[in-house]
């Protein structure tokens, strides 16, 4: 599944490749992948002869900033990819959007398992919070004009803007019981982390997965913080994580999977100490990790132990 760096390298294509292009025509293919505005062809007509600013992200969906100030966002979930191509490339029966623009290339919405959901909003509204916990499946079509800021009101900081620090990520895990792999996956503590790039980050700042989250040292909370931002820093270098579905607007895989350090390398050696890495199920996702590099317990001090 995409995770930052895999949506970020995908929004970096795009800004390169289609930035100044304008939809002639749009074509849905499978409507239930049209989130906003409904029904479908209300989506596409108000698509049409616009013209494409810029291209940026927020969380894991790809922002399509529109020269009129509307935005389009792609959450590409599963199994979804945006891939440009040439006027004359063969079909793609899972092509599930197909946006043409006026130069005759496509700008193709691929998605075999249909999770991924498009929507065009209205600019702006980043602070307002709206009340209901889904707001672009439950926003009433009739209530205008909805903003794309209200689709992430309830997103976490961005981890590798300035503002990310490493004294915010602490007050952040303060009072946090919960464990460390379920808070990395939760969109609403850290935006666009996910299964990947948590086991990659725990692995590297040698935390288990396990640990409660208010148990971290003040050390701790940094080479936690250190470790999320290299992984995804890595991750974007490389061109994103490969394991299925996933490629860069290009069509062609990333280059970050052969170079994860335990994420589905359950078995193989601990590329720190050599011993096999382990897989646990937390929160019902798979979490790999290293039981020497990573003990379930933060090891015990020398001062506790002359006390105990
Ligand atoms: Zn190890």
């Known amino acids: 599944m995409p995770e930052l760096p895999e949506v970020e390298t995908v929004a970096r294509d795009l800004q390169r490749w289609v930035a100044g292009a304008t939809f002639a025509e749009v074509e849905v293919r499978w409507e239930r992948t049209i989130a906003h505005p409904l029904p ?4 596409a007509a108000e698509l049409r002869g616009a013209t494409i600013a ?3 992200r927020r969380a894991k969906s790809v922002l399509i900033h529109l020269v009129d100030g509307r935005v389009m966002t792609v959450a590409l979930r599963m199994t979804g990819a945006l891939i440009v191509t040439p006027p ?22 691929r998605d075999v398992r249909k999770f991924g959901r498009i929507g065009l909003f209205a600019g702006g509204g980043l602070r307002r919070r709206p009340a209901r916990r889904n707001p672009v499946r439950r926003v009433a079509e009739d209530r205008v004009p909805y903003r794309v800021g209200d689709v ?20 952040r895990l303060a009072g946090r019981s919960a464990r460390l792999k379920s808070l990395l996956l939760d969109q609403s503590f850290i935006a666009g982390v996910g299964n990947i790039y948590a086991d990659e980050a725990l692995w590297i700042a040698r935390l288990n997965p396990l640990r409660a989250a208010d148990t971290l040292t ?16 890595d991750g974007i270098e490389n061109r994103g994580a490969s394991f299925s579905d ?24 601990c590329l720190r100490c050599g011993r096999p890495i382990a897989r646990i199920v937390v929160g019902q996702r798979s979490t790999h990790f290293c039981p020497r ?16």
């Open 246 to 269: 996933y490629v860069g607007a290009d069509g062609e895989p990333g280059a970050n999977a052969e170079r994860l350090a335990v994420y589905q390398r359950t078995g193989a050696p």
């Open 218 to 233: 003040p050390d701790e909370v940094r080479r936690l913080h250190r470790a999320i931002r290299k992984v995804l820093r």
């Open 293 to 308: 590099c990573q003990p379930a317990s933060p090891p015990v001090t020398a001062v506790e132990e002359a006390s105990a």
């Open 54 to 56: 810029r291209v940026g």
């Open 40 to 43: 479908a062809e209300r989506f």
């Open 88 to 109: 004359d490339a063969p079909e793609d029966p899972y092509a599930r959007v197909v946006f043409h623009l006026a130069d005759g290339r496509q700008l193709r919405y």
């Open 152 to 171: 992430f009101a309830r997103h976490g900081p961005e981890p590798l803007t300035r503002t990310f620090t490493a004294a915010r990520f602490a007050e």
